[in-house]
């Protein structure tokens, strides 16, 4: 096992997935879904674009997704003052349902993942992930 950061960056997030899917197993979410009701949870009502760039997801690969989580009842699309040219996103209460789920499981993850970790050095890893992640993105 490597123990370079692009290894164990790429590991864990496979192992989350794999985490995740297992808990979530007979809820009907596929992969995608999580993410897009994780980020609905705070910006309800968002704009396609704003959900794509905030999940990093491409607009394309959003589009498809939330065609499928609209067929299922887990979202809906609004024109919100007459705007023709974007669609605002909504959970429907069956995506709030879900999302309970969903919320439930992170919070397992990050629980088991932290397991023995002290609060102090969780916060100071969360600090350094956040610069970490902010550097990425510039």
Do not use: W
Not at 46 to 75: F, Y
Not at 95 to 113: D, M, N
């Amino acid at each position: 096992m490597s123990n370079s950061f692009h290894y164990l960056v790429m590991a864990e997030h496979s192992m989350f997935q794999k985490d995740l899917q297992a808990r979530l197993k007979g809820s009907g979410l596929t992969i995608g879904q999580p993410k897009v009701l994780d980020y609905l949870k705070d910006h309800d009502g968002a704009e396609q674009k704003d959900i794509a760039r905030g999940c990093h997801i491409e607009p394309g690969t959003l589009t498809t997704l939330l065609n499928r989580m609209e067929e299922s009842g887990l979202v809906e699309r609004r024109m919100l003052n007459g705007n023709r040219r974007s669609f605002f996103i909504f959970l429907t209460e069956k995506g709030k349902r879900q999302l309970k789920l969903v919320t439930q499981a992170f919070t397992e993850i990050e629980e088991k993942a932290f397991r023995g970790i002290p609060e102090a050095d969780r916060e100071r890893f969360m600090d350094m992930f956040s610069c970490i992640y902010e550097n990425t993105m510039s």
